[in-house]
């Protein structure tokens, strides 16, 4: 009795041990395949992160060089802010609109929410042009306020500015979230 006692209790370790060993390895498998799958929805995620970045800071370049292209300084040179300055202005903030639609899909929240800042700041740039635009239309009629001038020049000015800051915040905030592996390890 002791043997077979014996010899059923090493035929159920064994059995116990080959259960475990099999529920050990399905276990390394499945963490292995769920590794791989995270892996590849991280490089999905940062290649299309990456192609929303960089079309946000093309837009970021087209509204840049669409401002500068009007060289309006010194103060009295409203006549650069004709209708088709202030359209080049417009389809450029379009253009931008709908790059940080992509990013705030996207992107972490300090990528988004730069972006988000420097969508606000083009618009009311492109809003200190559009009223530019209207006072030179208007001055072939009327002569313009000067302060009111001076107050949107100021604006666009500082517009002008602050999309060079944020563009810079912006692409040292892509950077990290670029190189975010997804691991929580620096």
Known sequence: MDAGLAAVCGAL????????????????????ARLTVRSEHLRQRHDKRAAHYK???????????????????PGSELHRFTEEYCDAAEAC????????EDVALFGPREPRDLAVRILRTA??????????????????????????????????????????????????????ALDDDGTGMP
């Not at 116990?16 to 963490?31: I, L, N």
């Not at 903030?93 to 940080?100: E, I, Q, S």
């Open 13 to 32: 370790a064994g059995a116990v041990g080959a259960v475990g060993a099999a529920w050990a390895a399905s276990r390394a498998q499945w963490k292995s």
């Open 55 to 73: 079309t946000l800071l093309s837009a970021i370049s087209d509204l840049q060089g669409a401002l500068n292209g009007g060289s309006y300084f």
């Open 93 to 100: 903030v379009k253009k931008l609109r709908d790059a940080v």
């Open 123 to 176: 618009e009311i740039t492109m809003w200190a042009v559009f009223d530019l635009g209207a006072i030179n239309s208007a001055s072939e009629v009327t002569y313009p306020e000067p302060e009111v001038v001076e107050r949107s020049v100021a604006t666009v000015r500082r517009g002008k500015d602050r999309l060079s800051e944020l563009l810079d915040a912006f692409s040292e905030s892509a950077r990290v």
